[in-house]
């Protein structure tokens, strides 16, 4: 039986960050869990600064993260986000976007099974 989506190769060895600190964020972050995909933290582009955590990960600021992109990859916790999503891509961020609308565009955690 082959898999029908398997983890996106640019995983690898990337820090993943999810973009936002909502419900949807947190709904993101847990189904990465559950299918193996470690989170490092949460990114709220609101925020100065913070000690914040959500299900127990740091909240770093947009400035914070944007110190450690080139091995960073977002991940955006909902479409409330998109907008955003198109705006990291163009500061050359490694944007991945919400598993359902993205994966027939390549933008997904998630690609087709072979």
Same mark, same amino acid.
């Given at each position: ?10 995983? $690898? ?18 189904? *990465? ?8 933290? =949460?990114?709220?582009? $609101?925020?100065?600064?913070?000690? *914040? ?10 400035? $914070? ?33 919400? =598993?359902? *609308? ?13």
């Amino acid at each position: 039986m082959k898999p029908l989506y398997i983890k996106n190769p640019l995983l $690898e060895d990337k820090k993943i960050v999810i973009y936002g600190i909502d419900e949807k964020a947190v709904l993101t972050f847990t189904t *990465l869990l559950q299918n193996e995909v470690y989170v490092s933290c =949460f990114c709220d582009p $609101e925020a100065k600064s913070t000690n *914040l955590k959500i299900m127990n990960k740091s909240v770093i600021t947009i400035e $914070e993260l944007k110190n450690c992109k080139s091995e960073t990859i977002i991940v955006i916790g909902g479409l409330d986000h998109m907008n955003k999503a198109e705006m990291l891509e163009q500061e050359g961020f490694q944007v991945l976007y919400d =598993f359902n *609308l993205s994966a027939y565009e390549g933008n997904s955690i998630w690609v087709q099974g072979e």
